[in-house]
Nanobody, 123 residues
Framework: QVQLVESGGGLVQAGGSLRLSCAAS????????MGWFRQAPGKEREFVAA????????YYADSVKGRFTISRDNAKNTVDLQMNSLKPEATAVYYC????????????????WGQGTQVTVSS
């Protein structure tokens, strides 16, 4: 498995930006597709974005398409999520995850998860 630690969360006003980072440890990081999910209070964890191990393929939830950008650096074992034009409904705990294969938007396709980082967007 891959050990994951997220950082970069915080409080931002609507329309602002944040950059989340996920640091991975483990020799097989570059072999995994990686994803970002979020979970708001009282709601299920939902898919945000994913990136293939080569970084060639990227996939986004419709709700963030055009505003969020996922990237990775396999030399540094990191995967980032740049979030622009943030909306209050983006308030959630954001999780980084390593895929074990399967459909990227599904949580069951991931077998390693970070502890999460809180993002709060004020209106």
């Amino acid at each position: 498995q891959v050990q994951l630690v997220e950082s970069g969360g915080g409080l931002v006003q609507a329309g602002g930006s944040l950059r989340l980072s996920c640091a991975a440890s483990g020799r097989t990081f570059s072999a995994h597709a990686m994803g970002w999910f979020r979970q708001a209070p009282g709601k299920e964890r939902e898919f945000v974005a994913a990136i293939s191990w080569t970084a060639v393929a990227k996939y986004y939830a419709d709700s963030v398409k055009g505003r969020f950008t996922i990237s990775r650096d396999n030399a540094k074992n990191t995967v980032d999520l740049q979030m622009n034009s943030l909306k209050p409904e983006a308030t959630a705990v954001y999780y980084c995850a390593a895929s074990k294969g399967g459909s990227w938007p599904l949580t069951r396709s991931y077998d390693s998860w970070g502890q999460g980082t809180q993002v709060t967007v004020s209106s």
